[in-house]
């Protein structure tokens, strides 16, 4: 690990502290804090690190990234994820944000924003929120209208969590 | 698949008889390797009668290295460089090595094949250049089938389950054959308690397995302990990949068979096959590939009721 500190001019002129840390996924993940706003932080996450050539499939390569995503919302952070230079397939995409929308509802993407996505990436994105969003709104009614918890272990599926 | 299930059936020593063979594709080729697997170390398997040409082409892709197969006579002339036609077999065991094999398979089809320079300056407009809309689509459809084959294979107490791939191109007609084959449990078994699963046949559970948003885990809580949950579209997406690369996708589970070509056709083999793994070979043409656009492909019948979500993108 290691983090630098820099000094960015940003678009609006405003003078921000940037720190710049590489972590234990290969991505780099750099904090923005807005000194004008004060408060505000905005936490970028470049995907290029994780391509093969320019392509990212593999579920396992989202799960780090997502828990970073997770680590900074629930620091009040928004996060930029940046997409410059790769393409995702449907099943990254879904491991990286699919899970958390399933898990909380499509108001977590109130917290993210997608950075120089291409239009295939803009597609998946955008069909994976939807898809998991019907699952999530599904469920909470399915929740609702059966307060009971469905039993699991007689619909004929294996589960190993406790 | 008849030779599948007698090769399963069968015990002790093996003799195959392949002096009647004509053609070999990577179909072929990955399946024959994932059926031997099992035996290779414990029982001799031998092809005495196999024509010498046949031979040769499975020395080059590099069968014999992966399947120790006896009384083989292959010629002794020097490897040809064919790297402008086939990729060679390899065998795929864990999910952390899938992205680099669908990325050495599509890059040695886009740009041996192809001639297309993979360092050429990307168009302004798209960001990709030539090499990249040949990589692409394939890779996108390498990596579904890789993923679906390690996670699927490996349910139902099959964790020792592992994934062959080959690929060649046919430069007389233009086409290009990518082969992922698994010796796992098949796809019948994860979805036998699935509603969108009507007969418990496996052709029922291929043609489920290609509907949108049907798979054994995709609510999380489905997930076996460490699986990550499938939006169920990845096979739907890949189907349609191939298609519009003016090819198709030839799915064999269990004793069915299915083509999407057309409007798809199934068959049930009438002997049972005795065996369950999952063989996909998708066929597509060569040239056809840059127009392939993954954003128009997708799944798109999304229920009507659903909510409008909105999705942040920035430049």
């Known amino acids: 690990m290691f983090q630098c500190v820099l000094s960015i001019k940003l678009r609006h002129g405003l003078l921000a502290h940037a720190k710049v840390l590489s972590t234990a996924t290969g991505g780099f993940c750099t904090q923005i804090s807005s000194a004008e706003r004060g408060k505000f932080m905005s936490t970028l996450i470049s995907l290029m690190p994780l391509a093969t050539g320019r392509m990212i499939g593999m579920r396992s390569k989202a799960q780090p990234v997502r828990r970073e995503i997770e ?52 597609a998946i994105i955008q069909f994976v929120a939807a898809d998991r969003s019907d699952q999530f709104v599904k469920r909470q009614r399915a929740a609702s209208a059966a307060p009971r918890a469905r039993d699991f272990s007689r619909s004929g599926f294996t589960s190993l969590h406790a | 698949m008849y030779v599948c299930g007698q090769v399963n059936r069968a015990t002790g020593n093996l003799v195959l008889d392949a002096s009647q063979l004509e053609f070999i594709d990577p179909l072929g080729l990955t399946t024959l390797g994932s059926l031997l697997e ?96 040949y990589c692409h689509p394939l890779q996108y459809s390498l990596s579904e089938l890789l993923l679906n084959s390690l996670t699927h294979a490996r349910r139902e107490g099959r964790w020792d389950a592992s994934v062959w791939v080959a690929a060649q191109y046919y430069p007389k007609v233009g086409k290009v054959r990518v082969a992922i084959v698994d010796n796992g449990c098949g796809m019948l078994a994860p979805l036998r308690n699935h509603p969108k699963l009507g007969e418990k046949t496996h052709c029922a559970a291929i043609l489920a397995a290609l509907s949108p948003r049907v798979s ?18 990845g096979l739907t997406t890949t189907s349609r990949i191939a298609k519009a690369a003016k090819g198709h996708l030839l799915i064999m589970s269990g004793d069915g068979v299915h083509f999407t070509m057309g409007n798809g056709r199934s068959y049930t083999l009438s002997e049972p096959a005795g065996w369950n793994g999952v063989a996909i070979s998708m066929v597509c043409m060569r040239n056809a590939l840059p127009s392939v656009a993954i954003q128009d492909l997708l799944p798109a019948e999304l229920p009507a009721d659903i909510p409008h979500v909105p999705v942040r993108f920035v430049d």
Request: charged share 25%; net charge negative; aromatic share 6%.
């Open chain 2, 216 to 233: 054994c885990n995709r609510e999380l809580e489905l997930a076996l302990y460490g699986e990550s949950a499938n939006e169920g579209v």
């Open chain 1, 71 to 122: 680590s900074a919302i629930s620091h009040g952070n928004e996060v930029v994820v940046d997409f410059n230079g790769v393409e995702a397939t449907q099943s990254f995409v879904d491991e990286l944000i699919g899970v958390l929308i399933f898990n909380r509802g499509p108001s977590v993407l109130q917290s993210l924003a997608f950075k120089h996505c291409s239009g295939n990436v803009k």
């Open chain 2, 38 to 133: 099992p035996r290779i170390g414990s029982t001799r398997v031998e092809m005495p009668w196999l024509p010498l040409r046949l031979a040769s082409y499975m020395d080059r892709m590099n069968f014999f290295e992966r399947c120790p197969v006896l009384c083989v006579e292959v010629p002794e002339m020097g490897r040809a460089d064919a790297r402008d036609r086939l990729v060679e077999l390899r065998q795929v065991t864990k999910e952390a090595e899938s992205d680099q094999a669908a990325h050495d398979l599509a890059r040695a089809i886009a740009g041996e094949l192809t001639l297309a320079d993979e360092l050429a300056p990307p168009d302004e407009q798209s960001g990709f250049n030539e090499f990249d809309r």
